[in-house]
């Protein structure tokens, strides 16, 4: 890949949010500075650390590293935000501070993106690491499939810190983080569809993507519960749109399907206010890009865990 004069912004910002996360953050920041692709700035957020998290950023000297340290503890949305504030590149890469990039990932996304001008939002399959456990979890280089996953809400569309975003994309349509403390992603995401946005992924591994008792979403977390809660509105809002003639009983009913929570009572589910928004899945025509037989397949998915 050919270089840009030294005097040139970079090509790349990548942004890594972090929060008391020092016993992931040296490897996390090394995978970065291993990358082929040399033309990028390394913006390091730190959302309030009270771990040792400034002395490991500090032991690093390369000059592409941008260290910001907020006052308090803003949460993750708001310390992205500051991310892409500060950023310079042309394409945004996310970065979570327990993961690992392969050595190769900006270099493939820089390159996909590079070849797909309407592409503005990349994925990767990723390796989940689960204790001494490595999976490969692959996704779909297909926009109407990850657009009709982003309803579960559960990882099937893409994630987050394999994503790579064109920087001139969130200016010009006004998209960043919501402040919320779930799913910021998804919601940036569904933000990202419903403005025309379209989604891609290299069909290759290119992060670890590392899953512990104190990641935010792990099941295993205080807050898992209150987590899984706080759902149900964004699938409601997604459906809303997916469906935009259902009343909304059957929107919140259908979104209760996803839930943690086992549907006691049935009755809904076996009157003909269902059977109408049912049929609609296939008679209405997409609406963000959707594939409606993707759709199906998600809810009925989301029946079977029921009946």
């Known amino acids: 890949m050919a270089t ?4 040139a912004q970079p090509l790349v910002s990548v942004i890594l949010a972090t929060f008391n996360a020092g016993s992931f953050l040296r490897t996390c920041i090394a995978s970065i500075l291993k990358q082929s692709l040399e033309d990028y700035e390394l913006i390091i957020v730190d959302d309030g650390s009270t771990d040792q998290s400034h002395k490991i950023v500090e032991g690093f000297t390369d000059r592409r590293i941008k260290y910001f340290c907020l006052p308090e503890n803003c949460g993750v949305a708001q310390a992205r935000n500051f991310g892409l504030m500060m950023a ?7 970065m979570d501070s327990d993961d690992q990039a392969h050595p190769r990932r900006l270099e493939r996304q820089v390159a996909y993106l590079n070849s797909r001008p309407r592409i503005g939002i990349v994925g990767s399959h990723v390796i989940k690491a689960v204790k001494s456990r490595h999976i490969l979890m692959k996704y779909v280089d297909n926009d109407a499939i990850i657009k ?9 569309a893409l994630i987050h810190p394999s994503t790579m975003i064109r920087h001139k994309t969130l200016r010009d349509l006004y998209i960043n ?4 403390k779930t799913d910021e992603d998804h919601h940036m995401w569904f933000l990202a569809a419903k403005r025309g946005i379209n989604f891609g992924v290299v069909e290759e591994p ?11 979403t792990s ?3 205080l807050d898992a519960k209150a987590h899984q809660a706080r759902k149900g509105p964004l699938r409601t809002e997604i459906l809303s749109h997916f469906f935009p003639n259902a009343s909304r009983t ?3 009913q259908v979104a209760n399907l996803f839930g943690i929570n086992r549907i006691r009572n049935k009755k809904f589910f076996y009157g003909s206010e269902f059977s109408d928004f049912y049929k609609t899945i296939d008679k209405q025509s997409s609406v963000l890009g959707e ?7 998600i809810i009925n998915w989301a029946l079977r865990r029921h009946f």
Do not use: F
């Open 291 to 297: 594939s409606r037989t993707e759709l199906k397949k």
């Open 177 to 180: 983080y919501p402040g919320t």
């Open 4 to 7: 840009r004069p030294k005097t």
């Open 250 to 252: 059957a929107l919140k």
């Open 88 to 94: 310079s590149g042309d394409y945004i890469a996310v």
């Open 219 to 221: 099941e295993g977390s």
């Open 148 to 156: 009709a996953r982003l309803l579960a809400l559960n990882g099937s």
């Open 206 to 216: 290119l992060l670890i993507y590392r899953r512990h008792g104190k990641n935010i």
